[in-house]
């Protein structure tokens, strides 16, 4: 299949001329690297991405992953899928040397599962969770958990997953009642349900390693009696695997991402499966936010992946199909003129512009998380680890939101391009539309990431990772502004924060008040307004790129690639900055209509 699902191009002017990726290679600890080694990895990716994951992408979701017989029925490609990522050092890339990783660095990590994720975004979701649980192990297990299951995961003869949701406990994890009991071997014996856990269960790997929370007896009431352990499907006994008493209740049958497998796990039906403590005792969910938050980043990234392959189907229809006739300067059309190709319809054109700006702006902000994280992986001082942290952790709902939601409606105007085939299941669009919109549910919903991003990363150190986050943005429109093309967008953002301050100025003091309720009745409202200035600013970011190489001559890329940047944020700060003023004028308004009153508490 030789359609186009991204752009090389692209994803190298991001990495290298936005975010600098050979600057932050000069580290002692990627010493290893260089552009080259990098590009030969990037390129072998998409080769494999070309060759064997595009080609079943629609397969997949033709013959989605199904319980029968008692068993999880998965494609054979997620065995080559474990065999490749085992073999490309994909798999635990960017962990230390210490512990079997690559010490790659974490961008190349994300662009290379990019690539994947926009070919078939059905299977690197397998590969994430086994190297976000195999991170878990590595961080805070034991020598002993890391010897034994660090090098069967990091070689994809081992799968993971991680387990939280359970049947009376979705979001609210307080409640999870899965129970772990002390046993005289320094084990625990685990016992309960765990539902809607991706990945969990096929016989592609020898094994799978389970991440699960539980409520070791006696612990504390909530959150804080939460403890995490290391669940395999087999366990060793003498040197031989034997089954560990977790089976498989079924599968969950999805709207998309329908060949990768969401199942429904018991744990010690039999009182006979066997944990192993990671970390400390109820201590779980805080080392558990750790590949959450990593996993909020994936899910960023496969929103901006998806978002892009669909981009480029609807790309590919509008230039390919011709409809209608341009109007003439005086209102008429020609009809003995032949029929113009779609793509050249303002109208088309718009939709069109909005994918782009949509996907390559999520791309960009999720390459900027990951930039942030790599200058406070390497960071020589206290002070900028602990800036660089703050950033990772104010952007982190934001890159997990703004891909997944406007991903969502990009795509949905990538299906409008089609017309009527846009409905069609012989038309791609529509698969994407399906697989699109899991991606705002995953790893917390909209809902959860806005109230987290206005009620505690607004908040955090009395605002001080939101005053870190405004200085950067306010640096880019300090470098934009040395470009005279760029003054007048640079003017519209800088406006777009002065307006930030009069919002929070009004929100921030029903926090103060103690006003809970009514300070985050509008945080999913306000995570809109938060992430069209974030995007804009990573616009602006890339358009100063652009326009620096073109003054200077750069040949990495064509004059009209670097030109379509500069285009395609003049679009965005067109049609979507613009409409910062009105999100603002929405939070500000004194009207509460979704607050409950108690002597009206049934209008809805």
């Not at 609210?172 to 539902?195: C, H, M, N, P, W």
Request: with cysteine.
């Amino acid at each position: 299949m030789s359609a186009k699902y991204m752009d090389m191009d692209t994803l190298k002017f991001q990495m290298y001329q936005v975010f600098g990726l050979e600057e932050l290679m000069q580290s002692d600890r990627y010493a290893d690297y260089d552009r080259e080694t990098i590009d030969m990895l990037l390129d072998s990716v998409k080769t494999y991405s070309d060759q064997k994951l595009y080609p079943i992408f629609r397969e997949m979701d033709e013959n989605p992953a199904r319980f029968e017989d008692g068993k999880i029925w998965v494609h054979e490609a997620v065995r080559d899928l474990f065999k490749t990522g085992g073999e490309l050092g994909l798999l635990g890339s960017f962990f230390s040397h210490e512990h079997g990783g690559m010490q790659m660095p974490y961008m190349a990590y994300i662009g290379a599962y990019f690539i994947m994720d926009a070919a078939n975004n059905h299977l690197p979701g397998y590969l994430d969770l086994t190297t976000g649980s195999a991170h878990l192990i590595e961080s805070f297990g034991t020598d002993e958990l890391r010897d034994r299951f660090l090098p069967g995961m990091l070689s994809g003869e081992s799968a993971g997953t991680m387990c939280l949701t359970e049947p009376q406990a979705g979001s609210s994890l307080s409640d999870v009642k899965t129970s772990a009991e002390r046993r005289d071997d320094g084990s625990f014996r685990i016992s309960g349900q765990k539902i809607f856990i991706s990945g969990g269960d096929h016989d592609k790997t020898n094994n799978i390693i389970h991440l699960v929370l539980a409520r070791i007896d006696g612990a504390p009431a909530g959150t804080k009696g939460i403890s995490l352990f290391v669940v395999p499907k087999l366990r060793d006994e003498n040197g031989a695997l034997v089954p560990n008493d977790v089976t498989v209740a079924g599968d969950y049958q999805k709207m998309g991402q329908r060949g990768w497998c969401t199942t429904h796990l018991v744990f010690g039906e039999d009182q006979d499966c066997h944990g192993w403590l990671v970390g400390n005792e109820n201590e779980g969910l805080k080392n558990m936010f750790l590949m959450m938050n990593e996993a909020r980043m994936t899910v960023g990234r496969i929103g901006a992946a998806c978002t892009t392959a669909a981009y480029y189907a609807a790309l590919q229809y509008a230039q390919e199909r011709p409809q209608g006739r341009l109007i003439s300067n005086d209102g008429s059309k020609d009809v003995q003129q032949e029929q113009t190709l779609i793509v050249n319809h303002p109208d088309v054109r718009r939709m069109l512009l909005l994918q782009k700006t949509v996907a390559e702006g999520a791309l960009s902000l999720v390459f900027q998380g990951c930039r942030y994280r790599e200058l406070e992986l390497t960071a020589s001082s206290a002070e900028d680890k602990a800036k660089y942290q703050l950033l990772v952790e104010i952007l982190t709902p934001i890159i997990k939101t703004y891909p997944s939601e406007m991903g969502y409606q990009a795509t949905n105007q990538g299906l409008q391009v089609l017309g009527g085939y846009g409905f069609c299941s012989e038309f791609v669009l529509q698969q994407y539309l399906r697989d699109m919109r899991i991606l705002s549910l995953y790893e917390g919903t909209t809902g959860i990431q806005s109230i987290d991003l206005l009620g505690r990363k607004v908040t955090m150190k009395n605002g001080a990772a939101l005053q870190l986050l405004m200085a950067e943005i306010q640096a880019a429109i300090e470098a934009a502004t040395t470009h005279e093309e760029l003054r007048a967008p640079a003017a519209q953002l800088a406006k777009s924060l002065e307006l930030t301050q009069e919002v929070l100025g009004r929100l921030l003091p029903y926090a103060m008040q103690g006003q809970h309720n009514r300070y985050l009745s509008d945080a999913t409202i306000f995570m809109e307004y938060a992430s069209k200035i974030v995007i804009g600013w990573q616009w602006l970011v890339m358009a100063t790129s652009a326009k620096q190489a073109l003054v200077t001559g750069d040949k990495s890329h064509s004059v009209e690639f670097y030109e379509s940047k500069l285009h395609a944020m003049r679009y965005y700060f067109k049609y979507e900055l613009s409409r910062v003023r009105g999100i603002a004028d929405i939070l500000m308004s004194e009207e509460t209509p979704t607050m409950v009153k108690e002597e009206v508490p049934s209008l809805v």
